[in-house]
């Protein structure tokens, strides 16, 4: 499932991350890749333990936990420490790649904790006027698609794709992208189970919109917390 998540950041939050950013010194992004996407990665990142990239973890998780719709897709069991990265100069792209299946928490009291990345996230932190290509292209080349998706979201927008699909990072060719990523193991490992249960949400909420909490409302909630009972891992 491919979901464009607005507004994750509003503009103050926004404005406190291009000044963390803005006062931050990067490194290189190849110091965090596995060793096939070390062969294509050209960018920068903030280092994790860096006064920096705490603060602006902080910010973007407690948005991420008021963000209902993100919360609905991802139905998140473990979300990794947002990263960090910049797009610019010679350090301007990063090419096809799949994420790694299994990551560890880098620090704090889960430390070295096994996350699986069911769902990778991007988070837009420049507004696409600022920077010129950049686009985050998804492709599926287990089904041979020819129409991968461009993504390029304002900034404050974050996209929620699987972690087992092709992508790759545009060169950029004018000013700087600014991102943050970060990786979610879902309750829900199957990404079909999560998009019927995601859309059944959706359809539930829109009934309580016009109806209340009918009978039917009632009734179609437990059906999705039995199929969730039935396929969740906790």
């Known amino acids: ?46 280092p994790p333990g860096c006064a920096a990239a705490q603060a602006l973890q902080a910010l973007v998780l407690a948005a991420l936990d008021r963000h ?7 139905l998140p069991k473990r979300v990794l420490p947002p990263m960090f990265n910049r797009y610019g100069g010679e350090a301007n792209h990063y090419g096809d790649h799949v994420d790694q299946a299994i990551r560890h928490i880098p620090g704090g009291p889960q430390a070295g904790q096994r996350v699986r990345t069911d769902l990778s996230c991007t988070l837009f932190l420049a507004d696409p006027a600022e920077y010129d290509g950049g686009e985050l292209v998804i492709s599926d080349l287990t089904l041979g698609s020819l129409d991968s998706p461009r993504i390029k979201l304002p900034a404050g927008d974050a996209v929620l794709y699987p972690g087992t699909s092709v992508h790759r990072v545009e060169p950029v060719t004018r000013g700087q992208r600014l991102a943050s990523f970060f990786w979610i193991e ?13 859309e059944m949400d959706l359809a539930l909420m829109k009934l309580r919109q016009r109806d209340g909490e009918s009978a039917e409302a009632v009734s179609l909630t437990g059906i999705y917390h039995n199929l969730l009972r039935l396929w969740a891992d906790t």
Not at 68 to 74: G, Q, V, Y
Not at 186 to 198: C, K
């Open 186 to 198: 879902s309750l829900v490992r199957s990404d079909e189970q999560r998009r019927l249960l995601f």
């Open 68 to 74: 209902p719709l993100l919360f609905s897709a991802a």
């Open 1 to 46: 499932m491919l979901l464009h998540i607005p507004q994750v950041l509003d503009a103050d939050e926004l404005a406190q991350a291009r000044a963390l950013l803005a006062d931050a010194e990067w490194v290189d992004g190849r110091r965090t890749a596995g060793p096939q996407a070390a062969t294509v990665k050209h960018n920068q990142q903030l």
